[in-house]
């Protein structure tokens, strides 16, 4: 399948170590962050989202964190596996009807 | 898998031709976005359909346009094809008001 990001930061992980992946977003009036995940030859898969009146939400496996002072959001995978391999993008929203924004991306790579 | 498709998965085309790609979105979801995925770079929205009319474009020229029909299948169409066209097309589904958005699989432009 073709590559979605030739020339994008790539985070190599161990299989099993945690995982930290960060973006910087650039409205400070986004209201809504998803992070996604894409595989080679594959749409992105929605993964987890949180709202700005958060800080924290967890899902399986999954945490994101969001930090609205500095723009910042991250997602932390436990127990990376190479199925995570993949790339991933943070998306913002402002309001209901405004579209997603994506960050440049990230390439996770998995070590067996 | 999310339930939206697309096709065709693949196609190449010539400078100046015209291509029609069709998104079918998730049951129930009656608003559908396109965007654009060039390699190497987070997907650029073109524009969003609701209700069948047209409900927000991003930075596109008019040659890319849409419809989106009664059982909420939508079709991107494409005049006057360039090389840089070239790009990977998704489609995204969602309910009203509901900010998520699910992906289809996408359809690979080449324009040679």
């Known amino acids: 399948g073709e590559s979605v990001g030739l020339h994008l930061p790539t985070l190599s992980v161990q299989e099993g170590d945690n995982s930290i992946i960060n973006c910087a977003y650039s409205?400070?009036?986004?209201?809504?962050f998803i992070w996604y995940k894409q595989e080679s030859g594959k749409g992105p898969q929605f993964i987890i989202d949180?709202?700005?009146?958060?800080d924290k939400r967890q899902g399986q496996r999954v945490t994101v964190l969001l930090n609205k002072t500095v723009k910042h959001l991250s997602l932390q995978i436990a127990a990376t596996q190479p199925g995570d391999s993949a790339v991933y993008f943070c998306?913002?929203?402002?309001?209901?009807?405004?579209?997603?924004?994506f960050g440049k991306g990230t390439r996770l790579s998995v070590i067996a | 898998e999310t339930g939206v498709t697309q096709s065709p998965t693949h196609l190449i085309k010539t400078r100046g031709q015209q291509v029609t790609l069709r998104c079918s979105s998730q049951?129930?979801?009656?608003?559908v976005s396109w965007y654009q995925q060039a390699l190497g770079q987070g997907p650029q929205f073109i524009f969003q359909?609701?209700?069948?009319?047209?409900?927000g474009r991003g930075n596109f020229p008019p040659r890319f346009s849409g419809l989106q029909f009664p059982n909420y299948s939508s079709e991107l169409n494409v005049n006057a094809l360039e090389l840089d066209d070239s790009a990977l097309y998704l489609c995204?589904?969602?309910?009203?008001?509901?900010?998520?958005?699910?992906f289809g699989p996408g359809t690979r432009l080449l324009v040679l």
């Open positions: 995204a589904s969602s309910l009203p008001g509901i900010e998520t958005q699910y």
């Open positions: 409205n400070s009036a986004s209201d809504y």
């Open positions: 949180i709202r700005s009146n958060m």
């Open positions: 998306a913002e929203l402002y309001s209901g009807n405004t579209p997603l924004v």
């Open positions: 049951s129930g979801h009656n608003t």
């Open positions: 359909y609701y209700r069948e009319e047209e409900n």
